[in-house]
């Protein structure tokens, strides 16, 4: 797997392997590029994959102001310039899927498919409930003086569909130990004041929904709602998993993946 930086104002990194059609991971709020290891292993054989750190994450700068989701899509359009090409596959989770569908909105000539994975239709549409849950368990406990490593077992335990899946577990917890704090509250508030819901209905290129089992955060019945929105589109759930399917079930979710992406 080789690793480079992409832009330089902030500094975009990335890790990718494989040759052929240009196929990008977008990790989730509370995640970074290493998520996708599971993944990308394996669809390197037969792709171009390319998983990167958001502005403000892993290793990936930060930036100085107010996070705004139109300088991560311009920071993805760095990932096209360096590997010459135009078009690419979109695999987004969670956030990920969220930038997915504001990058398509932009630039629907560059997506030649997208793979949705527990998203949401806008964290600030969830129910008043989850908004406040998700709110006291990740900012409320960084604004009064915790680290990111301090919330990550609870945070993670949260989010899996299966406490018994050892490995998933620790994978998040180092996932959200690595957050930049002043980052991650940024882009906190900027996801929940970023709305993408009417983008669906606009989705015009093959899309696969996938969503676990067991996710509460975004459960099987948002995305069947966003399934319904998008036309022609597939759905398909990953049993026992819960928000973060591509570590908690790879191999399933790398089948789904390869077989939805081999028959385009």
Request: charged share 25%; net charge positive; glycine share 8%.
């Amino acid at each position: 797997m080789k690793k480079t930086f992409v832009s330089t104002k902030p500094k975009i990194s990335i890790k990718y392997d494989g040759t052929g059609d240009l196929v990008i991971f977008l990790h989730g709020i509370g995640g970074n590029k290493d998520n996708w290891d599971f993944n990308l292993s394996m669809l390197s054989k037969y792709f171009l994959c390319v998983a990167w750190d958001t502005r403000g994450y892993g290793e990936s700068e930060d930036y100085q102001g107010n996070l705004s989701f139109n300088d991560i899509i311009n920071d993805l359009l760095s990932i096209y310039k360096y590997f010459g090409k135009k078009k690419a596959h979109i695999i987004g989770l969670s956030m990920g899927g969220q930038i997915a569908c504001l990058f398509y909105e932009k630039h629907p000539d560059k997506v030649q498919s997208m793979i949705l994975c527990d998203t949401h239709f806008g964290l600030g549409n969830l129910e008043k409930e989850e908004i406040n849950r998700f709110i006291n368990s990740r900012k409320k406990p960084l604004l009064e003086g915790l680290q990111p490593i301090d919330i990550a077992l609870p945070v993670s335990k949260s989010l899996i569909g299966n406490l018994n899946n050892k490995i998933a577990i620790k994978a998040l917890v180092n996932s959200m130990s690595k957050l930049h704090k002043e980052s991650y509250l940024k882009t906190i508030d900027a996801s929940m004041s970023t709305f993408h819901d009417h983008i669906f209905q606009q989705i015009n290129v093959p899309t696969l929904i996938l969503v676990g089992e067991k996710d509460t955060l975004t459960p099987p019945s948002m995305a069947l709602k966003i399934h319904k929105l998008i036309k022609g589109s597939k759905f398909s759930i990953i049993e026992e998993a819960g928000h973060l399917i591509n570590i908690e079930s790879p191999k399933t979710f790398n089948y789904k993946v390869l077989k939805f992406l081999k028959t385009l």
